[in-house]
């Protein structure tokens, strides 16, 4: 244990996820020896997170502005949209460049032993979105929805939840991301229940 | 990229030692989603670390106060000095629960190529404290200075120098940390330099 303010500094910054011990006092003592200029930029980012981060009305997407980029772009498909769990998988989905639609992004995935319900993501919003009632007014005719939550557990019964309520909407096709091998992978080292998803969605050629 | 502040805050995160892109994105996403008081302190944290930390008038040590709190224990021995390059090396040498002396801090080692010369640690302030012009009054009879920089080129070069200023010293016993074999390593993996070292240091039983 160090004394005083830099002692405090590790505490704080060993409660952030994924930062143990040692890496908080590496980063103590570099901040102590930083241009007080960067500690500043980082102060300033982190009041500015804490006032308040904006959020895409549409998508709930993490936003500069009332409408984030990818809904506020005119030359991306307003009929299809695909929902994820985190803004992070926007990115992810952005970094394939073969999604020219729109998103809807959840705030997470169903977890009722973490206590996460329907009501805890934003599943009311795409009802809305889907039913013509939303924020945008170019969206009645949504087509597709996909569905790219997580291949886990949770993201799973998250699909499976959101299929069901979504057969409600005549003429909406709902599909989901494809589940098998990755590219680049090796067919003896797939876990049983990837090969068994790469299986049971084999494709005719 | 994200948009906005919460980008800013990513780049910031994504600037300190050991923080990829990845962990910066996945604390920013914590510190969004985490109560406002917990941004608070780590900020304040920040803030009194900004402001200036207090280092041991003595040993050069991270303090709460003017004294750091193994200098000012009256328990332990003022004519023992164990001279370490950084606070963190105090902790590890407290660990050990084997030194009662004091301690000084070089504030790195010499590093020529890094700009780092005798002048830019704390040396002036360790012959002070051997001729007894230090700031302590009970440190004029200091028997021994163990040296215990790093054992690799920088610390060694710095023991180095060190040892050719210390001689000067009359009655000043100048020791250095034992390199060798690490307890429960295992013989046939120690590299070559550890093995010539511990070889070297040989001891009789």
Chains 1, 2 share one sequence.
Request: charged share 25%.
């Amino acid at each position: 244990m160090f004394e005083g303010p830099v002692q405090d500094l590790i505490d704080e910054l060993g409660r952030l996820p994924g930062v143990g011990p040692k890496s908080a006092q590496r980063i103590a003592f570099h901040l102590l020896a930083a241009d007080p200029a960067d500690v500043s930029r980082l102060q300033d980012a982190l009041q500015k997170v804490k006032q308040g981060v904006l959020f895409c009305d549409l998508c709930g997407n993490v936003s500069a502005s009332e409408r984030c980029r990818y809904c506020a772009d005119a030359r991306r498909d307003p009929t299809i949209v695909c929902v994820v769990e985190e803004p992070k998988d926007v990115l992810a989905v952005e970094r394939t460049r073969e999604f020219k639609g729109r998103y809807h992004v959840l705030g997470g995935a169903l977890d009722p032993l973490a206590g996460v319900g329907p009501d805890g993501l934003r599943i009311r919003e795409l009802l809305a979105r889907l039913g013509g009632t939303g924020p945008a007014s170019d969206e009645a005719d949504i087509s597709e929805v996909i569905i790219a939550t997580d291949p886990n557990t949770e993201g799973e019964a998250t699909a499976t939840y959101l299929v069901r309520l979504l057969r409600d909407f005549p003429g909406l096709s709902v599909t989901r991301l494809a589940s098998g091998l990755p590219m680049g992978g090796d067919l003896e080292f797939a876990d049983e229940l990837t090969l068994g998803r790469a299986l049971s969605g084999r494709r005719a050629l």
